[in-house]
């Protein structure tokens, strides 16, 4: 909108609301010497037309009722019995525990005879079984370092 039609929308709203400009104040008490004629106040300008309504906006379909649930469709047990508790988060299951049986095993980087040897570990290590893929496992050592060993040097029981 151009600016002058929105100052004179402002204008006619101020009118209409009772905010227009306040009347002037009464003439000042002029000496009987300097008496002038009196002066007809000018005639107020006509009021501008007022502007066209604007289109009337898309009514919203009114809401839908809520939804109603016969008594006879509820059961006296939902009705009176309270919500369930929810159900205590499940603990992780216990890792499975394996030990070294050979007298050295290479405790490697990644699954497979091409990992980097990290460590080489002695018969009877204890080792946290943290996944197996093939015939590989990666495990935890108890100083929570992880690596891969091969299943076939490993045991379910201490030797």
Known sequence: MPRALVALVVLVAMMVVGCAPKTPAPPAVQSPAASAPPVAPAPAA??????????PAQAAPPPL????????????????????APAAPATPPARKAVYVKVSQANFRESGGTSGKILRVLRRGARLEVLETRSDWLRVRLDDGLEGWVAESVTSDTAP
């Open 65 to 84: 009722p809520p939804p109603t649930v016969a008594p006879a469709a509820r059961s006296p047990a939902s009705v009176a019995a309270p919500a369930p």
């Open 46 to 55: 006509p009021p501008p037309p007022a502007p066209a309504p604007p289109p």
